[in-house]
């Protein structure tokens, strides 16, 4: 049992868009990540998906709307949605809570694709 300091684990973060494992609950990996512009539209047909926003600000894109996340605020994106999240500032930080077989790009396979997630 040790505790994790989320600003120590993103500071070692170099990529974008490239999730890190920092933690295990359950059948869940807690992951970070930096985003800088936007990624991709995606969905994921088994997974609901938690944004926890640390550091900037994200929209996340759904087909009939936006929806603006602050630092310490999150979003929980329900598996089957297609979604699409964005950097609205140069960088942002976050926090993932997903369950271990959640790929990044959901249904989508190309060169942002983390097949093999690292772990800090």
Do not use: C
């Not at 869940?28 to 944004?51: A, M, P, R, T």
């Amino acid at each position: 049992m040790e505790k994790v300091n989320l600003q120590e684990k993103l500071s070692n973060v170099k990529e974008y868009w490239s999730p890190k494992i920092v933690g295990e609950l359950n059948d869940s990996y807690v992951k970070i990540v930096k985003f800088q512009g936007e990624f991709l539209w995606h969905h994921h047909d088994n997974e609901d998906e938690l944004f926890l926003v640390v550091k900037g600000r994200m929209r996340m894109r759904f087909r009939e709307r936006d929806v603006t996340v602050s630092p310490g605020e999150f979003i929980i994106v329900p598996k089957g949605v297609e979604h699409m999240p964005v950097a609205e500032d140069p960088e942002v930080h976050i926090v993932l809570l997903e369950p271990k077989t959640t790929l990044n790009t959901g249904n989508v396979r190309n060169e942002r694709t983390v097949v093999e997630l690292e772990r800090m």
